[in-house]
């Protein structure tokens, strides 16, 4: 199958990775920045294959290469929307690098139009992959934890001045977000799915405490109320003194108490169930060794796609569950600059909404 990437900077190792480990033939690259592409060829031998074109402009790199079947778009979140559908148009299969869009009509409009062109969207939020969240999902499917009372997400991490002076886009309300948007998304889309995806109000605080340099929020705190009757807590930050402490996903039903932890939701720290099985043994103390934070996830997600164009199928991280996971941030932005709980299904709001609110 024949693969292209468009936007070589910091994820763009991981996207490079996975189409390696799933035989993908990379026919081409693109960036506006040159250096970056060869940087990420370069970390995986590729820089001296003639084979991969390498492209500043994305329009171009399509005209040039119809028989495309897979692009995955890890630019800056700003252009994510407008890329992904530029592609749809052309009848290439998708994977979008999260958060899938900046506002809900783009999100729908993704849906909708990759549903009319039948082409294949995944939103890129691969720790559902990771082989701790996969037994509580496997776990929950299987009833094991009877009426869900409860649940929690903390992503408790560090980003300093460092990190945002390497790409100015980052932490503004039309390229990027906050917090929340970027680093927790994640964790927010698995809480948001484990907890029946349903939500009926939204209620959310954040605040600007330590990054007074940029646009969004460093911190950001909501309750979230599920339309099967259960409730949540997300708290996302990237304050933590000094470096990345933990993403922990918790789940409370009647019957069950799981708790994922470590830097990315990778390991399991508390697994207790009434209906004890020999495979409970084996879960608890379970760590899933990853060499960054972004996990192992990105190389099964590209397998998952592969086999959905080939079998004609969903992926099993489809853009509903991108425009999911954005829809519940964006309701903790509306909720923060209301002052009042946010009624979903949320309608005509984006990032940019937000601008001014911190300065």
């Known amino acids: 199958m024949k693969y292209a990437l468009i936007g070589c900077g910091r994820i763009s190792t991981n996207h490079i990775k996975a189409a390696v480990n799933n035989r993908l033939e990379i026919t081409a690259v693109c960036d506006v920045v040159e250096s970056n592409m060869e940087d990420v060829l ?10 991969i074109k390498r492209y500043t402009d994305y329009k171009e790199m399509i005209a040039e290469n119809n028989d495309i079947q897979l692009i995955s778009i890890a630019t800056e979140s700003g252009l994510h929307a407008v890329v992904a559908l530029y592609c749809i148009e052309h009848g290439i299969n998708v994977i979008i690098e999260k958060p899938m869009a900046m506002n809900m009509a783009d999100a729908e409009a993704i849906i909708r139009r990759s549903r009319e062109k039948h082409v294949k969207v995944s939103a890129c939020h691969q720790n559902r992959f990771n082989v701790a969240v996969q037994e509580m999902r496997r776990a929950l499917e299987a009833g094991r934890f009877g009426k869900l009372s409860h649940g929690a997400i903390h992503v408790r991490w560090n980003r300093n001045r460092d990190y945002y ?3 100015p886009w980052r932490g503004t309300w039309a390229q990027d977000g906050g917090a929340l948007m970027n680093q927790c998304i994640h964790g927010i889309d698995l809480l948001r799915w484990m907890l029946g995806d349903e939500i009926e109000e939204v209620y959310g ?13 460093d911190i950001g705190m909501a309750v979230v109320k599920f339309k099967n009757g259960a409730i949540a807590t997300i708290e996302g930050t990237t304050n933590v003194y ?7 996903l918790y789940l409370f039903g009647e019957n069950g108490t799981v708790k994922l932890g470590g830097e990315s939701t990778n390991n399991i720290d508390v697994w207790n169930f009434a209906d004890e099985t020999d495979r409970d043994e084996n879960n608890k103390g379970l760590k899933e060794e990853t060499c960054n934070v972004y996990g192992n996830g990105h190389t099964s997600l590209f397998a998952d796609m592969i086999d959905a164009i080939a ?28 002052g009042i709980p946010v009624t979903l299904p949320l309608k005509d709001f984006g990032s940019i909404d937000m601008q001014g609110t911190f300065f």
Request: no cysteine; proline share 2%.
């Open 42 to 51: 370069k970390k995986h031998g590729l820089e001296h294959d003639s084979t």
């Open 311 to 338: 079998n004609d199928r969903e992926p099993y991280v489809d853009a509903v569950a991108g425009r999911n996971a954005l829809e519940l941030v964006l309701a903790i932005y509306k909720s923060q600059k209301e």
């Open 242 to 248: 000094s470096k990345n402490l933990e993403e922990v």
């Open 205 to 217: 605080v954040t605040r600007q405490q330590f990054h007074d340099y940029l646009e969004a929020e």
């Open 165 to 167: 002076i390497q790409a």
